[in-house]
């Protein structure tokens, strides 16, 4: 069995505004332990380990875990898969200076998708990661909104064949906007 350990991934022990969900106290400690937890079913399965918060009230003396161990719990599978959490998503998006709905519609992605993503209710698939992935170059996010523009990189309109295109090259089909569909009937 796997044995992932994630230590406070996403800021999960950082002071916040929690309150006791026994009595309504403001006065809640957060204590680190360590919570194995079983990801998978049958032959797949893994133990995964993640640091959690334990909430302690230090009026009434309840102790709990709350959304956040669950966040915590969340981030160990998505490094256990390899695959980046909700909040790199979210960061990704922020470094963009874009609005979800704005987000979505650049990358062509669900904005709901994209939503489920952020807020952790569906881990991405290894392939939607590597686009997330590749969306950190800003150039890449420049090349998406110039295919939006309807604008073709004039380096890659001047070499005029594939041929004598590198590696990193993009063929000028690949900028081409997108042909209307063929069931399409004219006015």
């Not at 796997?2 to 996403?10: H, S």
């Not at 969340?74 to 963009?96: D, F, N, W, Y």
């Not at 150039?139 to 590198?166: H, P």
């Amino acid at each position: 069995m796997n044995r992932d350990v994630i230590q406070d991934p996403v800021g999960v022990f950082a002071d916040e505004d929690v309150a006791c969900p026994n009595c309504g106290s403001r006065h809640v400690t957060s204590s680190p332990i360590n919570m194995p937890f079983t990801y998978g079913d049958g032959a797949s399965a893994v133990q995964i380990a993640a640091v959690v918060p334990q909430r302690t009230c230090n009026d009434c003396g309840f102790q709990y875990l709350d959304s956040a161990a669950e966040d915590a719990k969340h981030a160990a599978v998505c490094s256990h898969l390899g695959v980046m959490t909700p909040h790199e998503i979210v960061k990704l998006r922020e470094a963009c200076g874009l609005k979800r709905a704005d987000f979505a519609r650049l990358t062509r992605l669900g904005d709901a998708t994209l939503g489920r993503w952020e807020r952790g209710a569906l881990i991405q698939n290894a392939a939607y990661d590597q686009f997330l992935y590749l969306l950190g170059f800003p150039e890449n996010i420049t090349r998406l909104r110039n295919r939006a523009k309807g604008l073709i990189d004039s380096a890659i309109c001047e070499q005029g064949s594939t041929s004598s295109m590198s590696a990193g090259d993009v063929p000028i089909l690949i900028n081409r906007p997108p042909r209307a569909p063929s069931w399409r009937v004219a006015a």
